[in-house]
């Protein structure tokens, strides 16, 4: 039985380092104008930091200036979309005969992948999520991928290995902040992925901006990284109308959805594409 699970788990390796070079391999673009492909892990260091927050009101900005994107959440995890964005009241806008539940918004730019609880499988091994992200990033060329919270998921750390860039969002909380970094053990995709991972602070105002405040969270940040030269804040995106955000949670849309003077509050997060800045 040993030497079984021992050849079984040599098999899953295999099959995951073959899976990964097909990842890593250029992909061919069936479309008239060919863009850069980039694959975003989007994760929170704690619950409610806002990574879903951020990662959906990106995708939706980004796929409206034209660029097919596939918002997507951790596989085998019971979808936080689903029920946010009430995916049964709005199944006109599903995708029909899909392998994958799909919600199609900005003029089917945008393709959310979600899947239903009543289909949630949660078994799964590294060969499935590899398959999984060939599938997700042959959809659009900008793949968006909701980590959430669950950034110490074994599954997780084969995503940030794949991932373009990993953007690590916390908030204000800082008393939470400072006992994550000061109890926790060092995750492995922190050393590993170390260039990929763009820190971003949310819900954050012009007193958390003060240079004296910035100096004590870079600190605290650096708590991991303390043979590294210490880490740095890449983007502060600040605390939304909290009327707009309610409101657009109460009718089960994104808040760029029904507010989209709001995406100014976004732009920082919006890279330089294809030559010009979107």
Not at 99 to 122: D, F, G, K, V
Not at 176 to 199: D, G, H, Q, S, Y
């Amino acid at each position: 039985m040993e030497q079984q699970e021992f050849s079984q788990s040599i098999e899953e390796e295999r099959q995951w380092r073959l899976l990964k070079e097909k990842l890593a391999s250029p992909q061919i673009v069936d479309q008239q104008e060919s863009y850069q492909r980039k694959c975003i892990a989007v994760m929170s260091l704690y619950a409610q930091a806002g990574a879903s927050f951020l990662a959906s009101n990106l995708a939706y900005l980004w796929s409206g200036k034209g660029i097919p994107v596939t918002l997507c959440e951790l596989p085998k995890v019971s979808s936080y979309y689903y029920f946010a964005l009430d995916f049964e009241r709005r199944a006109q806008q599903r995708v029909r005969d899909s392998p994958t539940s799909l919600l199609l918004m900005q003029n089917n730019h945008l393709r959310i992948q979600i899947e239903p609880p009543a289909q949630l499988q949660h078994e799964s091994s590294q060969a499935d999520t590899a398959n999984w992200l060939l599938r997700v990033c042959k959809d659009s060329p900008i793949v968006v991928i909701d980590v959430s919270s669950y950034w110490n998921d074994i599954h997780s750390k084969q995503i940030f290995e794949h991932a373009d860039e990993i953007w690590v969002v916390f908030d204000a909380d800082l008393a939470r902040l400072t006992r994550l970094f000061l109890v926790e053990p060092i995750p492995a995709w922190w050393k590993t992925e170390r260039r990929k991972i763009k820190m971003i602070a949310n819900k954050w105002n012009s007193q958390l901006s003060r240079t004296s405040i910035m100096k004590k969270v870079e600190g605290t940040l650096s708590l991991w990284d303390q043979q590294s030269g210490g880490v740095q804040v890449t983007d502060m995106i600040p605390l939304m109308d909290g009327e707009k955000t309610a409101m657009a949670s109460a009718k089960a849309n994104l808040l760029l959805e029904l507010f989209p003077e709001e995406e100014i509050e976004f732009q920082s997060l919006i890279h330089a594409y294809k030559g010009r800045m979107l």
